[in-house]
């Protein structure tokens, strides 16, 4: 069985620092999707990983995926208040098939001016 | 432009009157999803559908069925619905055949309300 494992599950940072969340899944996968959910809203997908060492970035977000490590990280600069929201890390089964995504219990970030 | 729509947003019913929660799509995508969202918890994978093959989650209760009668619509129909299923439902839908990343696109999700 699949499980996804993120860390911290909740996170109150200040404008203008770094922080990393984490997420390690147990089992083989090539497929690892990070989201951001708004209270009340649905999920907004931010980055698509499919392969060892792939790093994307958009904005103030870097992602990063180690595939060996069963590992990938959501990196953020100099957050700002527009960041604050649950970030969900998911995983998809091995061998790129149809089934659905595992999450993991999400990243609470609040940033404080 | 190309979306997944979900009906209603906000659905009330009451303890054990069945309920049916929609979803469109207007992407073209050949695999639906429908989610299960309770409140401060990840999204749980009720089934999805693959063209017609129906894929139920080994530990969805039975209480939960789907339809999806052609590629643009799916329905989630709770036939007795309990105080626990009060949740957010998430419909997704995937390019699976496409592309072999298996993206998911999801709806603004249905919030039920149980009384």
């Known amino acids: 069985e699949l499980k996804v494992e993120q860390n911290p599950l909740f996170l109150s940072m200040q404008e203008g620092k770094n922080y990393t969340i984490y997420c390690n899944y147990s089992?083989?996968?090539?497929?690892l999707y990070w989201y951001r959910q708004d209270p009340g809203k649905s999920l907004e997908s931010l980055f698509v990983?499919?392969?060892?060492?792939a790093v994307k970035q958009e904005g103030r977000l870097m992602a990063s995926l180690d595939t060996k490590a069963r590992l990938s990280t959501l990196h953020i600069t100099a957050a700002v208040h527009d960041l604050s929201a649950t970030y969900f890390c998911?995983?998809?089964?091995?061998?790129?098939?149809?089934?659905?995504?595992?999450f993991g219990k999400g990243t609470h970030l609040i940033i404080q001016p | 432009d190309a979306m997944v729509i979900q009906n209603p947003r906000y659905q009330v019913t009451q303890f054990g009157k069945p309920v049916t929660l929609s979803c469109s799509q207007t992407?073209?995508?050949?695999?639906m999803y429908w989610y299960q969202q309770k409140s401060s918890q990840a999204p749980k994978l009720l089934f999805h559908?693959?063209?017609?093959?129906?894929?139920n989650e080994a530990d969805t209760p039975d209480n939960f069925q789907s339809r999806r009668p052609n590629t643009s619509f799916c329905f989630l129909d709770i036939r007795s619905p309990g105080l626990g299923d009060a949740a957010m439902y998430l419909c997704?839908?995937?390019?699976?055949?496409?592309?072999?990343?298996?993206?998911?696109?999801f709806g603004p999700g249905t919030r039920l309300t149980v009384l």
């Open positions: 997704a839908t995937s390019p699976r055949g496409l592309a072999s990343y298996n993206e998911q696109f």
């Open positions: 089992t083989t996968s090539d497929r």
């Open positions: 990983l499919l392969s060892n060492g």
């Open positions: 998911a995983v998809g089964s091995s061998g790129g098939g149809a089934d659905g995504l595992t």
């Open positions: 992407l073209n995508h050949n695999v």
């Open positions: 559908y693959y063209d017609k093959d129906f894929n």
